[in-house]
């Protein structure tokens, strides 16, 4: 079955994209697909699949399926690519648009520089903070800020955030040495997220710079994550280490997205977002 596709990537966080203002697939193919497709060596090589889609309640909509072919309810970097293309591949005319997810309806802006796309930014809507909600287990139903968070003899301190997807927030003093690869893919599974959980490891540099790593639920290490950069910037709010209502420069493996979380609880996103190629995939179903 051949599949046309489009890879595209924010800061490095790459996605095969499917326009399904073009074309139909089948529900059960999309797990599949999406495991096939992000293969480096048997597929074409990415984060996971997204898919842009008609929708009833806003211009355009989005979702988006890890490498492990699980479905996830938000992305960041994918939202800013798909409002790119939604833009320059004429789905909708202006440059301030909704786009429906399964996390809720965001809108997104063009900003458009001699003619090009230079920027994106989103609005990513409120951070979701209640214990339950994120989802995490525990005794209240309290914000979870710097809450002892023990891995064996490990004695770490989480902050959880939801941007419509879960993430576990910690602070380390030097990024270089985050436990990525060893803690990453311990605390995606631990039972004390029933979900699973996105884990970000920050630095912070100063009031308005973080660094930052990711370990994706679904996907492992990747070079970016747009709703992670977003519960980073929050995270360290809560812990006062930087301040509402102003820009946080995050810089993430691929790059920086700015980041800030307003008086009205709406934490806006801006970043770029790039075509890499347009293609054929043969799907192997
Ligand atoms: N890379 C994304 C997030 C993708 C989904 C995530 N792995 C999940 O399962 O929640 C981003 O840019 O936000």
Redesign the pocket.
């Known amino acids: 079955m051949e599949i046309p596709y489009i890879k595209m990537h924010?800061l490095g966080?790459s996605y095969i994209y499917l326009d399904l203002f073009q074309f139909e697939i089948e529900e059960d193919q999309l797990a599949t697909l999406a495991q096939e497709v992000s293969n480096v060596n048997t597929g074409i090589g990415s984060?996971?699949l997204i898919l842009i889609h008609p929708s009833e309640v806003a211009e355009v909509g989005m979702r988006?399926f890890?490498k492990d072919g699980?479905?996830?309810?938000?992305?960041?970097?994918?939202?800013r690519c798909t409002a790119k293309y939604a833009y320059e591949y004429g789905i909708v005319d202006r440059p301030n648009f909704k786009i429906e997810t399964k996390a809720g309806i965001v809108e997104a802006e063009i900003l458009v520089e001699e003619g090009k796309v230079n920027d994106i930014t989103v609005n990513m809507g409120s951070p979701i903070l209640n214990r339950s909600a994120i989802p995490m287990l525990g005794d209240d139903d309290k914000h979870v800020i710097n809450e002892r968070f023990a891995i064996g003899d490990r004695d770490l301190h989480v902050t959880a955030v939801s941007?419509g997807?879960?993430h576990a927030v910690y602070f380390v003093d030097d990024i270089e040495q985050a436990p990525l690869y060893d803690l990453g893919p311990i605390i995606e599974k631990d039972e004390r997220f029933p979900e699973?959980v996105?884990v970000e490891f920050i630095e912070v540099l100063s009031e308005n710079e973080l660094n930052f790593r990711?370990w994706?639920?679904?996907?492992g290490v990747?070079q970016?994550?747009?709703?992670?950069?977003c519960a980073a910037a929050v995270a360290s709010i809560l812990n006062n280490n930087a301040r509402k209502n102003e820009t946080i420069t995050v810089h993430l493996l691929g790059g920086d997205l700015q980041i800030k979380w307003d008086e009205n609880d709406q934490v806006w996103m801006t970043g770029g977002a790039d075509i890499i190629a347009t293609g054929v995939y043969q799907f192997h179903i």
Do not use: F, H, Q
Not at 216 to 219: C, L, T, Y
Not at 224 to 229: D, K, M, R, V
């Open positions: 924010g966080n984060d996971g988006i890890n699980s479905e996830g309810m938000s992305c960041g970097n994918g939202l941007m997807n879960p699973g996105n990711v994706e639920r679904g996907s990747t970016a994550c747009g709703t992670g950069a």
